[in-house]
Structure formats: structure tokens, C-alpha cells
């Protein structure tokens, strides 16, 4: 890793990098705001003192030559977002996206953690560039702790004066869903933290019917540096075509797993090599629960972007990679997934109500190797009734990973098919390794 300081050159080498996660090892805890400022510099005072601008020249256009897409796994260009909302009639809200309801991720934990005052800059910044009058940061209801850090955060901020737009902090219920933007407009809007059909889109008509700009905490850890550095600055990291970095989230068979900064392109071996990964291990999930198995060897020189992984159809997601124990069975892992995110619908459309169940259903009759009739046939079958008709996206993303999975285990799907599962199955029947997260709506 590089050493840790605001301003590092990134390591070419093996992309790891150090912006985001600058101090992280020198502190035990969140940083101060004294901290905060001390290593990177004030908060730029008005729009005009920020870096770089040219006369007429916003923080969303700033935020768009930078390259910044949003990093909580959708990946559309921040900038643009910005531009639309504040272009948008009526006064702004802001909403940050603090839920992480994704069980394979903990970056944005980390950085509310370690960096709060990085991600109020962000917030701060983007109400400001919108006109908003109001911002809201959602954070999971059962990570207390979290909750408490961020409001001593902005207890800090309130009594240096720093911060024009109120920030209102909420504890939403952790379900999978309910950090689907739609979800949270719904929420603060009184209802249930659940998906809502659209058009029309948040940023159209959200939060009270105004104009809302919803971001992932990450990104807007991104937008405070850029304003400070300006897109130059930001566009110095970045691998094969990527821009900026990234926070990572390495799990399973690691001998360091843990949250990683690294550049966008990074070689999907570097960043491995960064968790020590089991030499055994040959599985992986990469993006998440929404994301897609692979077998690690198809993936290992691809350079780890939505645009580098295209060609074996993967996307980093929200920067997910969960490596499988060499005595796993990759049907098991899976089967466990698609049941959750089967448990995890919001129980508004037939893909939820009654597909998802029944191909959790027939995935794990085949991972245990007790299939009834033909559940291969069964499953081709529903996977494609079920995707692109549910609700929202849930559906199409459970149907992703199941899909993945029958692809990358393939032998394994063929012997236990015919009633002859791998050794591991058995026991991993037994014992959950992939994590689940409790549920609530309200």
C-alpha cells in the first residue's frame, strides 16, 4: 500500500492508492475536524474559490471533467446528476446514501468511520452546487454506533460554523431494498423503506415532491476532494481509462481481507494480491449479491472497472469482491444468496411474491443434490419469466446471480444434478459463510 497522505501519487504498479483512505492506520477512530482540516486543507467558502474554476464554471461541471461516477453501484456520471438537479425548477434536496444494505460490503462503513467530516464536506458541497435547502444522509438503523460518530461529526461542524444547509441524519430499516434510491425517497416521505415504481425518477420529483439528488456516501467523499483539487487532480489515478479510485471490499478466502483504495482499472490479480488471497480459492463473487460468480483465472488480468470486466459480463458493483474457500461449493454459497434475496422482496409484484421463492426453491434442491424431476429445466425456465417483470430491480438482479452461478460451477451443477454433489456440499448445508443482514420495512 502507499503511505498514507492526502496528496499521495498513486502506485502504478499494482493501483493501489491512498485519496479517500488518507490516515485511515494513523487513528484508532473517526478523524476530527481538526484532523480533517489539518490533512486536507478547508472546505472551499463559496463556489467561486473552487479549485481550478474558470469563469461560469459550476462544481457539477467540475464534478463532470473529473469522470466521478457514483460508486454505490449504479455508475452513472455524477456531474450529470448534479446538472440536472440544479437545473431542475423548484428548491433541491440532497439525500446521501449511507445504507449499504449490500451483506458483501463495508466500505461505506469504513469511510463514515474513519472520514465522516470527508462525506458532511461532500454532502455540504452538493447542496450547495443544487440550490437545496435541506439534506438528509441515511444510515441502517441496527449500526447505532455509526449514528453516533456521524452526529458527533456534525455537532463539531454546527459549532465551527460550517456547514450552511442543514444535515439531517435518519435510521432507516436494513433491508436489501431499502437502499434502492425510490426506497429512500419513499421513506422520508413518510411511507415504507420500500422500492416505488417510477418514472417519476428522484430526480424529477423526490423528497416532497422537489428535485432530489440521491449519491452514495462514497461519492461524495469524491466530490469534496475534487472541489479541493480540482479534475486534473482526480483524473491523475486511474488505469486502463478509469478515473479516480475506488473503495474495494475483500472478503472470504483472505488472509487480509478488508476495505481497499485502489484506482479504477486496477488488474483484478493486483487487488487479490493486496488481500492475500487463499491460493486455493478458484470461485469468486464479484459485485455483490446483485453481482455474478466467475471462476478467478477468467477474471485475473481484466482490469477491475464496469468497462474492464464487460467482456466476461461483470461489473464491480459497488467495488465486491467475496472469494470462495477452497473447500466450498459455489451451488451451495449461491443457493444461500438467492434464498435471501428471495426473503429480502419487498413482496410487490409476482417476481418477488412467488418467482424468486420458487427458483430459491429449486436452486437449493440442486446444491443439496436432491433434486424433484428435472430442477435445471425448471430454472432455465423461470430465469427467463422472471427477469425484466419485476417491480423494480430486485428481481433482475437475484435472476443475474443465479445465472452466474449455474455457469461458473458448471461441472459441479452437472454432478449434482444427477444426485452426485461435491464433498463440500454437505457439510456447508450446515453452516452459513456468506453474511445476512436483518430486515424491518418501517
Not at 413482496?347 to 424468486?356: A, K, M, S, V
Request: charged share 20%.
Amino acid at each position: 500500500m502507499t503511505a498514507l497522505s492526502a496528496d499521495t501519487t498513486p502506485v502504478r504498479a499494482s493501483g493501489a492508492s491512498a485519496r479517500l483512505t488518507a490516515g485511515w492506520h494513523a487513528a484508532d477512530g473517526p478523524a476530527s475536524l481538526a484532523e480533517h482540516t489539518e490533512l486536507y486543507g478547508p472546505l472551499p467558502a463559496h463556489l467561486g474559490g473552487l479549485h481550478g474554476r474558470r469563469r461560469g464554471e459550476t462544481l457539477a461541471d467540475l464534478v463532470l471533467a473529473a469522470g466521478l461516477t457514483g460508486r454505490g453501484g449504479a455508475g452513472f456520471p455524477t456531474g450529470r446528476k448534479m446538472q440536472t438537479v440544479a437545473s431542475a425548477r423548484g428548491p433541491a434536496v440532497v439525500v446521501a446514501n449511507g445504507m449499504e444494505s449490500e451483506p458483501a460490503s463495508q466500505k461505506d462503513q469504513a469511510l463514515l468511520s474513519r472520514a465522516p467530516h470527508l462525506v458532511l464536506d461532500g454532502i455540504n458541497l452538493a447542496a450547495r452546487a443544487t440550490g437545496a435547502q435541506v439534506a438528509h444522509l441515511c444510515l441502517a438503523r441496527n449500526r447505532s454506533g455509526l449514528t453516533t460518530g456521524v452526529l458527533a461529526a456534525l455537532a463539531e461542524r454546527e459549532r465551527a460554523g460550517l456547514d450552511g444547509v442543514p444535515i439531517l441524519v435518519h435510521e432507516l430499516p436494513h433491508n436489501y431494498v431499502s437502499s434502492e434510491e425510490t426506497a429512500l425517497v419513499h421513506w422520508l416521505n413518510g411511507g415504507e423503506a420500500k422500492p416505488t415504481a417510477t418514472p417519476p425518477r428522484p430526480f424529477e420529483r423526490g423528497v416532497r415532491k422537489h428535485p432530489t439528488l440521491i449519491d452514495n456516501v462514497e461519492t461524495l467523499a469524491h466530490v469534496a476532494l475534487i472541489a479541493r483539487r480540482g479534475p486534473e487532480w482526480f483524473r491523475s489515478a486511474g488505469l486502463a481509462g478509469g478515473a479516480g479510485t475506488m473503495l474495494v471490499t475483500v472478503s472470504g478466502a483472505a488472509g487480509l481481507p478488508g476495505v481497499y483504495e485502489v484506482e479504477v482499472g486496477t488488474r483484478f490479480a493486483d487487488i487479490l494480491a493486496l488481500a492475500q488471497p487463499d491460493p486455493g480459492s478458484s470461485g469468486v463473487l464479484v459485485g455483490g449479491y446483485f453481482g455474478t460468480w466467475h471462476q478467478i483465472g477468467v477474471l485475473a488480468q481484466l482490469p477491475f472497472s464496469a468497462e474492464g470486466l464487460k467482456p466476461a459480463a461483470a461489473s464491480p458493483g459497488a467495488g465486491i469482491i467475496h472469494l470462495l474457500p477452497p473447500d466450498s461449493c459455489g451451488l451451495v454459497e449461491a443457493a444461500r444468496v438467492l434464498r435471501f434475496l428471495a426473503d429480502q422482496g419487498a413482496q410487490q409484484c409476482g417476481p418477488c411474491i412467488f418467482g424468486l421463492p420458487a427458483v430459491a426453491d429449486d436452486l437449493a434442491q440442486l446444491a443439496a443434490g436432491r433434486p424433484e424431476g428435472d430442477p435445471l429445466d425448471r430454472l432455465e425456465r423461470r430465469l427467463g419469466q422472471i427477469a425484466g417483470r419485476g417491480a423494480c430491480r430486485h428481481p433482475d438482479g437475484a435472476v443475474r446471480m443465479a445465472a452466474s452461478a449455474l455457469s461458473a460451477f458448471a461441472a459441479d451443477v452437472a454432478g449434482h444434478a444427477r444426485r452426485q454433489p461435491c464433498r463440500a456440499a454437505g457439510p456447508q448445508l450446515r453452516s452459513a459463510r456468506l453474511p445476512a443482514p436483518p430486515g424491518g420495512w418501517r
